[in-house]
């Protein structure tokens, strides 16, 4: 008796994306296209297809622009060849630029042979250009034309398209991109498709890279992003991580070929593999030297009570704790008190405000909050202070002001020292606010959220005067 083993499929929808509301898709036209050559497509072609081919009620396209990156060999440029086989059958002028001769011939040649199965004659219903570098197919029926090209300076200069496609992504370059934009400036509903994967450390390209960041952060217009990557690095035999970031498992991807690939390189397999985006050469938005000018070599004199911050960690592992006190000279000294697990519970930190002389306590975080406020009042102690979204983005700015201002001091705890030296900007909302994430894994941004929670605590308490008694 034989018996069947249920097939596991990969995570069909991206571990990460922003998509612009639409009011209709023009994916199911490309679809039942594409379903006369034969063919299907998988969930995740059909639900990626439906965020960039998304219009708006004038019928203009809701991206400009869309990018989406996916570890290799899952069949990313698929849902390319049905947006230019819609785009042949609407009569549209396309571009398909790639990295590589090779990519770009064989893309050439898969779209030539999904027309072919479709029942479409080579030289009746369109003709084509075979020639590598010249690739060139026009479908007869509605006059539109493709062009195949590799990326040059150049390339593209003085010729007019509909829709441009930029392949192998991660290698697109500044002078490219200047060379190509362009080129869909004239047409009444432009698009341009990013397609990739993550940068290595031996790519070239920063203009995927640089809109990835844009789009995340809520700082490109009309602009869309979708991809499916780890967020740190992963040991190569995590299979879960396969299934996460692999769409295509369980249909043309299996477990077998991924084991064959495996090698000593983990990053390159954390990238290629897991979409895991590196940051190589980052810099952070808080330098050494501004923070270093910052330090006590001695301990100022202190005025007045205590004021605590205290973050839960975004992803419900740690809980951090600081103080912030003002300063004889009118500067804010700040301190971190620890940062643990959050398995470790929360005694220690009810046992710190029973013995501190505490002005007042600020808890963010919604992993943890709620519990710490309710353990508080129980053991006695006043009731946090649980900031609203706006108020963190204050708490954010006020920080930023602090360092560049030299309006707070430290006394250079060395987690601390490596957590603020290494971070970098993310959007909080959609009105210009800010707040800080960090540049490597293994160093737990939670730390100097709890401190400048305490700074802001401190800066927007006034300082109580004391009352002087007249006869």
Aim: charged share 25%.
């Amino acid at each position: 008796m034989v018996t069947k083993t249920k097939i596991r499929f990969g995570n069909q929808n991206p571990t990460q994306s922003v998509t612009l509301h639409y009011t209709d898709s023009l994916a199911q036209e490309a679809i039942e296209l594409y379903w006369k050559s034969g063919r299907d497509c998988y969930p995740w072609q059909v639900n990626l297809l439906e965020s960039i081919m998304g219009i708006r009620e004038d019928g203009l396209w809701v991206h400009q622009k869309f990018g989406y990156a996916i570890p290799r060999r899952n069949g990313k440029t698929e849902d390319v060849y049905l947006l230019e086989l819609w785009g042949l059958h609407k009569g549209l002028k396309i571009l398909h630029t790639a990295h590589l001769i090779s990519t770009s011939h064989s893309s050439f040649e898969k779209l030539k042979k999904i027309l072919e199965d479709m029942g479409y004659v080579n030289g009746e219903d369109f003709t084509s250009n075979k020639a590598k570098g010249q690739e060139r197919i026009e479908f007869k029926a509605t006059g539109a034309v493709i062009q195949f090209r590799t990326r040059t300076s150049g390339g593209g200069l003085g010729e007019g398209f509909d829709l441009l496609i930029i392949d192998e992504a991660q290698e697109y370059t500044t002078e490219q991109e200047s060379a190509l934009k362009y080129t869909v400036t004239d047409s009444k509903n432009p698009i341009t498709i990013m397609c990739g994967t993550p940068p290595t450390m031996v790519s070239k390209g920063t203009v995927f890279q640089s809109f990835r960041d844009k789009v995340l952060a809520g700082k490109s217009e009309y602009s869309g992003w979708a991809e499916w990557a780890v967020e740190g690095i992963h040991d190569i035999n995590d299979v879960e991580a396969w299934y996460l970031t692999n769409p295509s498992m369980g249909y043309h991807l299996n477990e077998r070929k991924i084991k064959a690939e495996l090698g000593e390189d983990e990053l390159d397999h954390n990238i290629q593999r897991l979409g895991y985006w590196p940051t190589f050469n980052q810099k952070s938005v808080i330098s050494k030297k501004e923070w270093s000018e910052l330090k006590v070599n001695t301990m100022p004199r202190l005025k007045g009570k205590l004021f605590v911050g205290i973050k839960f960690g975004q992803n419900g592992v740690n809980v951090a704790m600081a103080i912030a006190v003002r300063t004889a000279d009118s500067r804010i000294f700040i301190e971190n008190i620890d940062c643990v697990s959050v398995r470790s519970g929360t005694h220690w930190i009810i046992n710190f405000l029973q013995s501190a002389d505490v002005e007042k306590v600020v808890v963010d975080g919604a992993s943890g909050q709620e519990l710490l406020a309710n353990e508080m009042t129980e053991s006695g102690l006043k009731k946090p202070i649980l900031p609203a979204v706006k108020e963190v983005i204050t708490a954010n700015s006020l920080w930023e002001q602090a360092i560049v201002q030299q309006t707070l001091c430290h006394n250079d705890q060395p987690s601390l020292t490596e957590v603020v030296t290494n971070c970098d900007k993310r959007n909080i909302g959609s009105n210009g606010g800010f707040g800080y994430k960090s540049l490597y894994d293994d160093r737990d941004i939670s730390l100097m959220d709890s401190a400048l929670l305490a700074h802001w605590l401190c800066y927007t308490t006034k300082p109580r005067k004391k009352q002087r008694i007249s006869y």
